[in-house]
Structures are given as C-alpha cells and as structure tokens.
C-alpha cells in the first residue's frame, strides 16, 4: 500500500524518509513552486521562514530531550540539522540553506520516494495512506478539504517571522559577544542598552505604525510567539523579562549587566548575516528601519529581511486524531507537523517522524503502537490529542507536557534540576525500550 504525504516543508520530508526507509513506497507532494506561499522564498524542502534554531541542547532541558528521543530514532531531518549546524551557545541553530540542501540530498538517494510537484486539493479516502503535513500555510482549497474530512472548522493563529542584518553593518565597538549565564561559547552578539534608551525603544514600539490587517484577518496571535510591538503594549518592562531580558548577560567590559539585551543570532555558516533573536513583529518595514536602528550598534544596519506575520492553520487535534496521529473516522490519513497542532521545528518534525513510523507500519501490513507517554515524544502527542478541545493552542514541548514523577519521588527529590535529570532518564530508558520492541529504529 502506497503512502501519500503532503507537505514539503519539515514534517512531511521527515515523514516520507522514515516511512521510505521502513519499506514504503512514498509520494511526497509540495505544491511550491506551482503554487508559493505569503512566507516561504524558495521552492525547497524543509525552508525554514522563521527563525534559524531548533532550541536548546542544555543536557535535562525538554527540548534536548525530545532532540535526544529522534536522534536515538535516526531522524533524518535532525541529522541534517546536526551537520548543517552553526553557533549558537547551548542550542541548536542551521544553517537554512544548508539545511534544505541536505534534506533535498536525502530525498533525491532514496528509490522508494516520488516527488510530485503539483498542489493537492483532495484526500483519497479509498486508496492507499494519506499523511497530511501541509503545515501552517495550508492553501486554502487544501484547507477546504481538510475541513470538509474533519467535520470542523480550523483554527487560525499568526506567527511571526524575525528581522535579519547584514553583519558587517553591525557596529562591533557597541555590542559584546557572550552566551546567557556563560552556557556553551559565546556566539551570540548582545546590544546592550541603558534605562534611557531602553525607554526611548519601548516608546518608538508603542507608536509604531503597523501593517493593517485584512477585513478578513482575525488576529489570534501565539502566546508563545507574540510580535514586539505586541509585548511593549503589555507593560513599561514586558520587554525586559522576555526577548531583552539582560539576566545572565554580563558586559565583559563593564563587568556589569546591562538595563536590557537585544540578541543577535548567527544565520549561516559564512556568518555573513545576524537574526534578531525574538524579535518578530508586524511593523510596516519603514517603521521596523527606523525603530531598530535605535538599538546601540544597529545604527546603520542593512536588512537582508524585515519582520512579517503569516496566517497558520491546524486542526482541533484532540477532536479529531488518536494517540498513533490518524484520524479517528478515517484510520487510513494521519496528520504531523504544525498543522496537527504543534508549535515550532523540533515539533514539527518529531510529529513527522513518528506519523511516518505509524503510516509504515499500517502500509506494510502491521498495527502501530504509540510511542510511550513517559516520553518527550509521547507526552507531545498525548497533548494535541487529548487536551481541551474547547481550548487546544499549538504547544512546544516543555517539562509541564512531560508525565510527572510519583508524589513520593517528588517529595524525596527537592532540587528542580535533579527531578528533570530523572525525567529524562526514564525517558530515554522508555524510548530505548519502544524502539527495540517494535524495531522502529534499526530500520530508520
């Protein structure tokens, strides 16, 4: 039985190698660039329109848990992650084009994938596995038939794409580079600013004019992604305790800690180009020039990018899908990546991964078992899949999704750190366990 996937962005690439590699035979379909979308830029897989990181490798942190689970998985797409990474202190950055490059690579060796560039607009509910990855920027007639499957109408919410620098525009005798709290090398260049121009910054953001919505457009914005000007209407120092927080930043040449941070990270390899770190917003790009040049050493700054905002779609996953990512009315077409109500890469690709495991399994003529709920892996899908429907929002992998230590446990083990140390333990003994079991891993 054939496996379909459609989406060419992270979840749908990562679904289609493992399931390739577990025996299936794949379609991999992605509209681009028969049909482009309002963020993406070029027509290649796993474009990466946000930010360049895949978040923390801190040892014990969720986010390097989950990244430790897929590893011992063989993610493929991770593994391109891991060759084509740049600095970026104690997480896990790429380099976007190299990244697509090597995703593009892995596609192309395997025999067992078909690549279809064409937009899909209906789902075959008779005829082989469909693994719907279409992402957030789903077209809308995909989204008609998606809505018309689950019986449900979407949610929408609009994430944000950061700003990018040219570096040599970067006036290197006002910033200082350093890692939070000395965490990994310091590959990040921090803008320090004072009380008064941090002040003068919060009150440019609060007057900035901003790009007009559409009639259309119900602005439902991600808690975890809010855009800048968004988080200056929040308060005087909102700022300051989020994407400018100076904590843990000490400026080697005054030996103290500046009034607030702005971050910049490295884009690629060539190291040619800096990110803003959280700082999407939804500015017009005059005002976006004229306000971040008010950051000390982004003076005269070139953008290569301004900041934009982009409509993402997903589905009320608790409604609609089971623990092993299929539908609950039609077991044959699966769901991964944001779409499935996930937020951010690592997510998206995991959901990939484990939904191509899944489809395989079911193609090649056996019965999927879910990844075990003690994992990073298996508390994210027990999340989408079984929170409020009433109030699903896309979620990141944190320690709160994780299942908790007994309460004798807890009460023996006092220090926060030591509690994640044994999370994640037991953890990566339960994924150990699930691989061997089903022989997931020796395949992939």
């Not at 006036?171 to 310091?186: I, P, S």
């Not at 608790?318 to 009315?329: A, G, Q, S, V």
């Amino acid at each position: 039985m054939r496996i379909r996937v459609i989406g060419g962005g992270l979840a749908g690439p990562e679904a289609a190698l493992v399931a390739a590699r577990m025996g299936a035979e794949v379609d991999l379909n992605e509209m681009r660039p028969v049909r482009t979308t309002p963020a993406h830029e070029t027509a290649d897989f796993g474009e990466l329109v946000c930010s360049n990181s895949l978040k923390s490798e801190s040892e014990n942190t969720a986010p390097w848990l989950l990244k430790q689970e897929m590893r011992r998985a063989g993610s493929p797409l991770l593994q391109c992650a891991d060759a084509s990474a740049v600095p970026a202190g104690h997480a896990l950055a790429v380099d976007r084009v190299e990244f697509s490059r090597l995703i593009g690579e892995k596609i192309a060796a395997e025999p067992r994938i078909t690549v279809h560039r064409e937009e899909v607009t209906h789902i075959d509910l008779e005829d082989g596995i469909t693994i719907v990855a279409s992402g957030p920027l789903t077209s809308s007639a995909l989204s008609e038939e998606i809505a018309r499957l689950t019986g449900s109408e979407h949610l929408a919410f609009y994430d944000s794409i950061s700003p990018i620098v040219e570096a040599d525009s970067i006036d290197r005798e006002k910033v200082y580079l350093a890692a939070r709290y000395d965490k990994g090398t310091a590959d990040y260049i921090n803008c320090p600013m004072n009380q008064a121009e941090y002040e003068a910054f919060h009150a440019a953001l609060l007057t900035a004019e901003s790009v007009e919505a559409k009639e259309w457009e119900k602005l439902e914005y991600f808690e975890g992604c809010l855009p800048l000007e968004e988080l200056a209407r929040r308060g005087l120092d909102t700022l300051r305790f989020g994407p400018m927080k100076p904590v843990g930043l000490i400026d080697p040449r005054t030996g103290k800690m500046p009034w607030a941070v702005v971050q910049l990270r490295v884009e690629n390899l060539r190291a040619d180009s800096y990110n803003l770190v959280g700082f999407q917003n939804h500015m017009k790009f005059g005002e976006q020039a004229r306000i971040l040049r008010m950051i000390p050493g982004l003076e005269q700054a070139k953008f290569l990018r301004y900041g934009q905002i982009h409509r993402n779609t997903y589905i009320n996953a608790p409604k609609i899908l089971t623990r092993t990512l299929h539908m609950r009315e039609y077991p044959r077409i699966f769901f991964a990546g944001q779409i499935a109500g996930v937020e951010g890469y690592t997510e998206s690709i995991a959901t990939g991964m484990l939904a191509g495991m899944y489809a395989a399994t079911m193609a090649l003529g056996g019965r999927p078992e879910p990844v075990p709920r003690g994992t990073a892996l298996g508390s994210l899908v027990r999340y989408i899949t079984e929170a409020d429907a009433k109030r699903f929002q896309p979620a990141n992998i944190t320690f709160d999704l994780l299942e908790p230590l007994e309460e004798g446990m807890r009460r023996k083990v006092r220090d926060k750190r030591e509690r994640h140390r044994i999370q994640c333990e037991r953890a990566l003994g339960l994924m150990e366990g699930w691989l061997a079991k089903e022989g997931v891993g020796d395949r992939v």
